[in-house]
């Protein structure tokens, strides 16, 4: 699981069956301190986010299958399972 910022919304006209009907993002990877840290990268959405929210992004392949049930063959490696009210980093 991967703390990230929405950068903002992806528009495909020609993309895999299991994508129809979702909301693709892309997300920048960010450290406990709030900084970019990484790649960016794209994710559906499954928690309603939106530009400059900060997510949990969830990039293992296993458990988007189990969030999506969509069976063992489903494309996506990256999906927002959580949109971040609040980050406390300790000292």
């Known amino acids: 699981m991967r703390m ?3 950068l903002g919304n992806v528009t495909a006209s020609a993309k895999h069956a299991a994508y129809a009907g979702r ?3 892309i997300v920048q990877p960010l450290d406990e301190h709030g900084a970019d840290a990484g790649d960016s990268f794209i994710a559906i959405d ?9 997510v949990l992004v ?4 296993n458990g988007v299958r189990q969030i999506l049930k969509m069976g063992d063959i489903v494309p ?7 949109i971040v009210d ?3 980093v300790a000292p």
């Open 58 to 61: 969830l990039t293992e392949g």
């Open 86 to 88: 609040e980050v406390d």
């Open 46 to 54: 499954h928690a309603q986010a939106g530009p400059g929210d900060r």
């Open 4 to 6: 990230c910022r929405v």
């Open 23 to 25: 909301t693709l993002l």
């Open 76 to 82: 996506i490696r990256s999906i927002v399972v959580g």
